[in-house]
């Protein structure tokens, strides 16, 4: 440690720390643009320049290490000197549009120009002028004059991001930050760069002159759409969500989030909105109902199936992005009817996976515990795309030398480096675990497992089984495509001894903002129950839906809208596109924004929140309308009068001890397929309702319309060329896409995106397909 002083203060800091981090531990404050905790210091603003004694002339705090007994004064007459010149050198070409700029009363140059500014300046030549640059559909880039080149932009891109979309041309005056041939920033975390641009020259493109912040009310919450819980800021004008910011977590999201998470709320605010109650008249068409008309038709049609049929053929459906509130709810209103269909995992289809879990599967680790991993095996993820704050964790990890392992279907860039990686057909996953199994055996002496004695590993499985071996904290964690493959059983047999062989830990990358929550509130399958799988497959009299989609959500999409379509039918739903076509009944539900509720994230971590604005119309809280429906059908146990006590009760006696990813099944190696495979990704921001609703999110590129991409071997073998229209055929039906030539997918593999109207006649997203020129 060295001591130092500043501005009188005797502190101790670790060697090789700058005088802005010694400012800072004793509360002070120095002004600054370029430095940001989480970025590499540039010292290109030159604002925190402050006097260090026996030193010749004003040095920068952020870029000036300590020294034993260094004497240091932020607020002397020199210093301020020095911090006013720079102000006034910023402001030499800065435009005076604070009234129409959208960073107003949040600006950091306006803060520092009241405390360091005058209120005149000695240049009157021309202010420079800088056009806009276009960005893309999310940041928008239209006043580049105001830029001050502190390059936070540049460095969060390269540092963050993991690529840098934007550079610093020119020199002096002339100097200009701008995208790389004319390309807009596709970065999955791109929004983050509006929070630490300190001007108004990078701002939110969909926020853009909607409101003045002063204006805006900030409430606290927490995200729906991955396994993060990245926690949020909603600013609310008129019961309307009108940005959405990062609130700092530094256990869960740091003080970055997802573009996903920032421009999904244009979905909340979606003309599609179901805003009244509404019933399907005997002709198909439908009419607006009272609450209570519509509860009693519910619950009628509900009560008939029993009737008729009995309770085993009612089915509850949801997706995982509803909260443990809802979940618990809904549970015990599937019990109550006596049936134990209930399921919220809609892409699942290995219908042995739950015999195989002891508990509910999970991170394995606390969110931040990936920063401290020395090794870590990731199977069956589109990482950057399904989880990318876990992918931004994991490459600053890579920075500080973690061996980042990969076992996928397609090499998508992770934009960080990569040791080994085996890239298979979804079907070839298996085989692939059990050759990294035997290499790491044989690496450690250890007994090969006897299922997999016919199993040679090849040399990239000796390379990943090197570098497991060598780690001292090791992880494998279990992605989306792995978990909903239909030998899922198998993959996570295989990865658990795999786990057990590196003296490691198995988690699982869960998929929703509250799939944790969603095992944790009882919304699987109990003694008996059906899947969501064998519900749709096998169509029960009767279901109750709760915020899925099931065309987009499920993972046969058209098989489970048939199935929906031949029984009763509720929709608790934001959306009335969402049900219209498969629906009798449409319950509006409030969205995240518009409950309270809890989130419970890969880490088992619980986040409770409150409603950010009121329900829009005659919309209702997803548990509230579950316990009236209980009360309608005369079902004991809805008595609950808020969230906070569903919550309780699915929370008391805590949640570590319910967490296992302890594996039963045994695990197995088996011959991948021989045929063309469907590698299906659910791209970024096709997710779940709320972000397909997203006009912004839909205009990105990752939401472009779905190709079929082939490598160029695959190609040549299938005798087809880039560019040319294919027909695609699986078991369901056929689509016709164009071929796009892409060497990332693994041989004899299509990757085709789910979740999109285009390619839902292709069923499920696994199987063999066919290909043929259209």
């Not at 109990?526 to 915020?547: E, S």
Request: glycine share 10%.
């Amino acid at each position: 440690m060295v001591e130092i002083t500043v501005d009188g203060n005797k502190v101790e800091v670790p060697e090789g720390s700058m005088v802005m981090h010694a400012a800072q531990k004793i509360g002070l404050y120095v002004p600054h643009f370029c430095y940001h905790k989480k970025l590499s210091i540039a010292a290109n603003c030159r604002m925190c320049l402050v006097e260090v004694e026996k030193a010749p002339k004003a040095l920068p705090a952020c870029a000036t290490p300590v020294t034993n007994g260094m004497v240091v004064h932020t607020q002397s007459e020199k210093a301020r000197a020095a911090q006013e010149s720079v102000m006034e050198f910023l402001l030499i070409n800065h435009p005076l549009d604070c009234p129409i700029c959208d960073q107003g009363g949040e600006c950091q140059l306006q803060d520092l120009a009241v405390g360091y500014g005058k209120s005149a300046s000695r240049y009157k030549e021309e202010k420079r002028v800088v056009f806009h640059k276009d960005l893309g559909p999310l940041v928008s880039a239209e006043e580049m004059a105001r830029c001050i080149h502190c390059t936070r932009c540049v460095r969060f891109g390269q540092e963050i991001a993991g690529v840098m979309e934007l550079g610093m041309l020119g020199r002096g005056e002339h100097a200009e930050i701008t995208t790389f041939v004319g390309r807009s920033v596709e970065s999955e975390l791109s929004g983050n760069m509006i929070d630490i641009c300190p001007v108004g020259a990078l701002t939110s493109k969909p926020f853009r002159y909607s409101a003045r912040t002063w204006e805006l009310a900030r409430r606290r919450s927490v995200s729906p759409h991955d396994s993060v819980g990245a926690n949020l800021v909603v600013q609310v004008k008129d019961n309307e969500v009108l940005r959405v910011v990062p609130f700092e977590n530094e256990a869960v999201n740091e003080c970055w989030i997802s573009d996903r998470d920032r421009f999904s709320y244009e979905g909340l605010n979606s003309e599609d909105r179901l805003a009244l109650p509404m019933i399907k008249n005997a002709d198909g068409s439908w009419r607006e109902a009272s609450w209570s008309d519509a509860l009693q038709a519910a619950a009628q049609g509900l009560n008939r199936a029993r009737e008729s049929a009995g309770s085993g053929q009612i089915g509850a459906l949801a997706t995982e992005y509803a909260t443990t509130e809802e979940f618990a709810l809904l549970g015990r209103l599937m019990r109550a009817l006596g049936s134990q269909n209930i399921d919220f995992r809609l892409r699942q289809t290995d219908a042995g996976l739950d015999a195989a879990l002891s508990g509910a599967p999970w991170l394995g680790m606390p969110i931040a515990g990936v920063d401290n991993l020395d090794r870590v095996l990731i199977v069956g993820s589109f990482l950057r795309k399904d989880h990318p704050l876990i992918a931004q964790r994991l490459r600053q990890a890579a920075k500080r030398g973690t061996q980042v392992l990969l076992i996928d279907g397609s090499a998508d860039n992770p934009l960080m480096p990569v040791t080994a990686r085996i890239t298979t057909a979804p079907s070839g996953m298996v085989n692939a675990l059990a050759e990294v199994a035997v290499a790491l055996a044989q690496a450690k002496s250890a007994a090969v497992p006897v299922q997999f004695a016919q199993v040679t590993p090849g040399d990239e499985a000796k390379r990943i089984a090197a570098s497991l071996a060598s780690g001292s904290n090791v992880a494998v964690l279990l992605g989306n495509l792995a978990v909903n493959s239909p030998v899922a059983s198998t993959l996570v047999a295989n990865a658990g001894v795999l786990a057990g062989l590196a003296a490691g830990k198995l988690g699982f990358l869960t998929s929703g903002g509250n799939t944790v929550g969603g095992y944790l509130a009882g919304a699987v399958p109990g003694q008996g129950g059906k899947t969501a799988a064998a519900m749709l497959a096998d169509p029960l009299k009767a279901y109750v839906v709760l915020h899925a989609e099931p065309l987009l959500d499920a993972d046969n999409g058209p098989q489970a809208v048939a199935a929906l379509k031949s029984a009763f039918s509720v929709a608790l739903t934001s959306y009335r596109s969402a049900a219209q076509d498969w629906a009798d009944v449409m319950l509006p539900v409030a969205p995240f924004t518009e409950t309270s509720g809890t989130f419970v994230n890969a880490a088992g971590t619980a986040q409770s929140f409150k409603g950010t604005v009121a329900p829009l119309g005659e919309s209702r809280p997803g548990w509230k309308v579950l316990r009236v429906l209980g009360n309608v059908l005369q079902l004991p146990g809805f008595e609950d009068e808020s969230s906070e006590s569903v919550r309780d009760a699915v929370l008391s006696g805590g949640i570590e001890g319910r967490l296992s990813n302890q594996i039963k099944a045994a695990p197995a190696a088996c011959a991948a397929s021989g045929g063309l495979e469907r590698l299906a990704d659910v791209p970024i921001y096709r997710s779940d309702a709320i972000v397909r609703r997203s006009g912004a999110l839909q205009a990105a590129p990752a939401s472009s319309v779905p190709a079929a991409r082939i490598n160029g071997a695959t190609l040549s073998q299938l005798g087809l060329s880039a560019g040319a229209q294919v027909r695609v055929k699986s078991a369901a039906g056929s689509v016709v896409l164009q071929a796009v030539q892409d060497d990332t997918v693994a041989a004899r593999t299509v990757r085709i995106a789910t979740a999109f109207e285009q390619t839902a006649p292709l069923g499920g997203a696994f199987g063999e397909i066919s290909v043929e020129r259209a």
